[in-house]
């Protein structure tokens, strides 16, 4: 045992020497040098060549490998073998079965066993996959590295059987025999590559690149553990909506007698429960991996990456990162699942109006009456939603949900979505008078590359950031737990040449998911895209911006001192490694009243106008007056109104949007507020905010968030239990005769209202009176009428 120890320890020297950046991506089962290789073949190991002379160096590549070349590879981006060194040494780390050898081929002729796609979404690349037949070489170890080190983003090799090579992002041990790593290589006899059903595994070196490695995965890893955080601070937040809600109406429809109503909220409990367990198994997690980012940014100042000690122990870091990242997605898309099945987040106003009370398919006399329903549920209980919100979730289920449940009793809302009705209790006793309604008629009617920002189904707060007079420029996320902000990863100066020292007006397109700010320098103001690592210029500015957001088509809309603006076709632009190499993009500015537009906007599609059809507005706020302008259909049309519920004499710098989510942030530090949508009204010119949460004081600051994704912020608003009330079409019914058309405002219904919805469409020309024969397909089978009040 003591001469594995000094052989190994020999072995690392050597490799440290050469170049002391030991890279692993993915998680080592065991990283012990000599580890099922026979001591007495280990000293041959000590003559692998230095490789660091060659390192980023490129290489004649024959014209075989230019034809017909395939594209695997971790990233699955297309390479070419042998044309860039990118690894200066390898060594012996385990000899194993290893899965990504049995099932972790996307290309090749394992392609039909591989398992990896949902896992982590890489592949392994074979040598006789790649190189033709006749330009291979007898299989050795050297053989193998030569090969694989020249394939991007792999960090090991294996060799199995004495011949067989492949290169791979990382490894994994699975149960096997007892069987060793005995078979000779087949172009050198003195060394063993591989058994008949274990692999030789090897480690390759990184070209001193250590550091920078750090630094990328520390960013990565931060990124994963705001998302995770801001995911488990809303999981818990809706967990304790729901269970607030639920225990409420269970005591008030327990009392009443009303089971269906005490078994829904049973039901809501538990998702509860679900969401907060989720958020639980993820703290651990998150909590992991804050330690190990924290633990690296000391390691990150010392400047001490040429000793060995700190080399280790950063790979070390990175690879506990790295086997953490699988146990980390998991549980984010988890909590993701269950977040966006309590928030849909996809209000569109006006949606209920298409929803009819469901007595009125038993009985239009009862029409009025609280009713309370039961059906099977499409899926979990949703909470916070107003009632066009629930609608609207039940139009996205468009071939499953016929109605839903609405509970608007509480501080929060619930609502059950029902792909059919069974049975149903109206109270009949909460009617002062049974009265008519007038129900709505339906109508029938040379560049650079620049990284996706990785929306996923919920996104953070961003914030991008300028202190001082340009000192440092970054990218921050907003905990709304604390209403801190915390850094993401930092945008140097010299990332441009010249220097800029400010970027502000960012949004993230929609089109492609690409982050876009304006950036602003001595020789002007530019549109330039941003990522972790790269800026790229994309179109020079009219004037220096200060608010900017994409609408749904990708055209970016952008307000400064003198005007508002708007470029199209941003997405289809070049992204410019240079500002010198920008053409004229033609802009179309429209000049208004200084300052006349606030320090940041949103973009969003409703039917604030009563016309049957969405319109895509922009909307910005300057202390207390809202400027709401209609983009889409065209003229631009401008509407004033006045802002309820926020303080007075704000500077609002931070406007984040989240599918029909709106949240404005004070630059002052006075806190965070939800637009409540439904109240806008261009008719009265006001528009309500709720105190979503707190934040902190800023300068210089924008924010922005993933525009097709659910909001990272705790949403706020109470429940609402009337669709938009815009003017809209509407019949009267009447006991006889034809119907007579009139146009009036739909009335609101009074808060806390229970109401049982059925969708118009679904349900028009039928009737859903009880057949305890159960032979009808859409009718009750049950009807109970309760001559008291649920209360």
């Not at 990118?86 to 990504?100: A, E, R, S, T």
Request: hydrophobic share 35%; proline share 5%.
């Amino acid at each position: 045992m003591q001469m594995k120890r000094t052989t190994a320890l020999l072995i690392f020297a050597l490799c440290a020497g050469s170049c002391v950046a030991l890279r692993q991506t993915r998680s080592i089962s065991h990283v012990d040098v000599a580890s099922n290789f026979s001591s007495s073949k280990l000293p041959v190991m000590l003559n692998i060549p230095q490789y660091k002379k060659d390192c980023w160096q490129k290489r004649p590549v024959s014209m075989s490998f230019l034809q017909g070349r395939k594209n695997p590879g971790a990233g699955l981006e297309p390479f070419t073998p042998y044309e860039e060194v990118l690894k200066d040494g390898f060594m012996p780390i385990d000899c194993v079965k290893d899965k990504l050898f049995l099932s972790g081929d996307k290309f090749g002729d394992g392609k039909f066993s591989y398992k990896l796609e949902n896992v982590s979404n890489v592949s392994i690349v074979h040598y006789t996959e790649i190189v033709p037949k006749e330009d291979r070489k007898p299989m050795t170890q050297k053989v193998c590295f030569e090969f694989c080190r020249t394939v991007p983003e792999m960090s090991f090799f294996g060799i199995i059987m004495g011949r067989d090579c492949y290169c791979a992002p990382y490894y994994k041990m699975v149960a096997d025999d007892s069987s060793m790593c005995d078979q000779l290589c087949e172009g050198d006899s003195t060394l063993v590559c591989g058994g008949k059903s274990k692999s030789s595994i090897f480690s390759m070196h990184m070209c001193a690149s250590t550091q920078a490695d750090l630094k990328k995965a520390s960013i990565a890893t931060n990124m994963m553990v705001g998302d995770l955080k801001t995911r488990m601070t809303l999981a818990n937040a809706l967990s304790g909506k729901m269970q607030e809600a639920a225990e409420l109406n269970q005591k008030i429809f327990g009392k009443a007698g009303d089971p269906a109503s005490s078994d829904l909220m049973q039901i809501a409990k538990e998702f509860a429960g679900e969401l907060e367990e989720s958020a639980r198994k993820a703290n651990r997690i998150a909590d992991e991996l804050h330690g190990l980012k924290e633990e690296a940014n000391t390691l990150d100042g010392k400047g001490a990456f040429d000793e060995s000690d700190t080399v280790t122990k950063a790979e070390r870091l990175m690879e506990k990162m790295d086997a953490d990242e699988p146990e980390a997605v998991e549980k984010r898309k988890a909590m993701s699942k269950l977040i966006k099945l309590a928030s849909p987040g996809q209000l569109e106003l006006g949606s209920g109006l298409q929803y009819y009370p469901m007595m009125y398919f038993v009985d239009k006399k009862y029409a009025e009456t609280m009713t309370t329903c039961k059906g099977p549920l499409v899926d979990k209980p949703i909470v916070g939603e107003s009632i066009d919100g629930c609608a609207s979730a039940c139009d996205a289920e468009i071939h499953n949900c016929v109605g839903f449940m609405y509970y608007g009793t509480g501080p929060s809302s619930l609502c059950f979505l029902y792909s059919g009705f069974k049975s149903a209790m109206y109270w009949t006793g909460c009617d002062k008078a049974p009265a008519k309604k007038e129900f709505v008629q339906i109508q029938q009617s040379a560049s650079v590359k620049i990284e996706p920002w990785g929306c996923g189904s919920v996104s953070s707060a961003w914030q991008s950031q300028t202190t001082g007079k340009g000192d440092v420029t970054s990218i921050q996320r907003l905990n709304v737990s604390t209403g801190k902000y915390e850094l993401v990863f930092e945008i140097p100066k010299s990332r441009t040449k010249p220097e800029f020292y400010s970027i502000n007006s960012c949004a993230i397109n929609p089109q492609d998911d690409i982050l876009y700010c304006t950036m602003q320098m001595d020789v002007g103001s530019f549109l330039v895209a941003i990522d972790k690592n790269e800026v790229a210029f994309v179109a020079k500015m009219p004037q220096w911006q200060y608010a900017g957001i994409f609408d749904k088509k990708g055209n970016y809309y952008c307000n400064g001192e003198k005007s508002w603006s708007v470029l199209s076709g941003v997405t289809d632009m070049a992204k410019k490694s240079s500002l010198y190499s920008l053409r004229g993009e033609k802009f179309e500015e429209h000049f208004v009243e200084a300052k006349s537009l606030g320090a940041d906007m949103a973009e969003f599609d409703q039917d604030l106008e009563g016309k049957g059809s969405n319109q895509a507005w922009i909307i910005s706020m300057v202390n207390e007056d809202i400027t709401l302008i209609r983009v889409e259909p065209k003229p631009y049309t401008t509407h004033k109104l006045k802002a309820k519920g926020i303080p007075a004499g704000k500077s609002w710098a931070s406007v984040w949007s989240f599918k029909a989510s709106i949240f404005f942030g004070a630059e002052d530090g006075s806190g965070v507020y939800q637009l409540d949508l439904p109240s806008m009204a261009i008719e009265s010119k006001t528009a309500t905010f709720i105190k979503a949460g707190e934040s902190a004081k800023l300068l210089w600051n924008d924010g922005f968030g993933c525009p097709k994704a659910s909001g990272g912020i705790i949403p706020t608003l109470p429940p609402n239990p009337k669709p938009n009330p815009f003017t809209a079409k509407t019949t009267t019914e009447k006991p006889e005769g034809p119907t007579t058309t009139t146009t009036e405002k739909v009335p609101p219904p009074k808060i806390g209202q229970v109401l049982c919805m059925a969708k118009l469409s679904k349900f028009e020309g039928t009737t859903l009176k009880p057949n305890p024969s159960g032979k009808c397909k859409q009718c009750l089978r049950k009807l109970v009428k309760a001559q008291r009040c649920y209360e």
